[in-house]
T-cell receptor, first 110, second 115 residues
Framework: RKEVEQDPGPFNVPEGATVAFNCTYS??????FFWYRQDCRKEPKLLMS???SGNEDGRFTAQLNRASQYISLLIRDSKLSDSATYLC???????????FGSGTRLSIRP | GAVVSQHPSRVICKSGTSVKIECRSL??????MFWYRQFPKQSLMLMAT?????????EQGVEKDKFLINHASLTLSTLTVTSAHPEDSSFYIC???????????FGQGTRLTVV
């Protein structure tokens, strides 16, 4: 079983829709959680950190559920520019290790 | 903020030659850097973990003699693709941990084409 698992998608939703992604992780000792965004042929860029208390940044909300070992990303009022691959990232700083999910492809249609 | 710079961004080389890719942490020290490879429409695949002053740790299936990693300073790691072949054509990305290992920053990536 992979340490971090994501639904690869693709998700194809109309502009303005709300879309949610989940990511599960297997190692309860994992320490830091993030969502990254990767555009085609570019490097991943940090979208937001994920906390148990939740983290909201404009149209984006991220949540960590340690008991169930999953993190989520909610995008409201989606825009065409939100089309990208969203990567769930777990950092185990004690082990100096970055673990990626395989990414979820999102395509927003007009 | 923390920045990781990767160079070159794009390289085309002839089959059989070697290519060196540099990854620099610009305003922080990175004792550990990571090298990834990404084929079109596929996810990032970790190739190796580069440790300053010691040998790199390679993932299963990655040939250490073909993908040479050197991490001689706290701000520079290099990946050399030796005797490159067309199947080595890919997008190579480095990353480094920052903030006591609590954040990850990525280089801009290197698109390697072997002809």
């Amino acid at each position: 079983r992979k340490e971090v698992e994501q639904d690869p998608g693709p998700f194809n939703v109309p502009e303005g829709a709300t879309v949610a992604f989940n990511c599960t992780y297997s190692n309860s000792a994992s320490q830091s959680f993030f969502w990254y965004r990767q555009d085609c042929r570019k490097e991943p860029k940090l979208l937001m950190s994920v906390y148990s208390s939740g983290n909201e940044d404009g149209r984006f909300t991220a949540q960590l559920n340690r008991a169930s070992q999953y993190i989520s990303l909610l995008i409201r009022d989606s825009k065409l520019s939100d089309s990208a691959t969203y990567l769930c990232v777990v950092i185990k700083s004690s082990a100096s290790k970055i673990i990626f999910g395989s990414g979820t492809r999102l395509s927003i249609r007009p | 903020g923390a920045v990781v710079s990767q160079h070159p961004s794009r390289v085309i080389c002839k089959s059989g030659t070697s290519v060196k890719i540099e990854c620099r942490s610009l305003d922080f020290q990175a004792t550990t850097m990571f090298w990834y490879r990404q084929f079109p429409k596929q996810s990032l695949m970790l190739m190796a973990t580069s440790n300053e002053g010691s040998k790199a740790t390679y993932e299963q299936g990655v040939e250490k003699d073909k993908f040479l990693i050197n991490h001689a300073s706290l701000t520079l790691s290099t990946l050399t693709v030796t005797s490159a072949h067309p199947e080595d054509s890919s997008f190579y990305i480095c990353s480094a941990l920052h903030g006591q290992g609590r954040e990850a920053f990525f280089g801009q990536g290197t698109r390697l084409t072997v002809v």
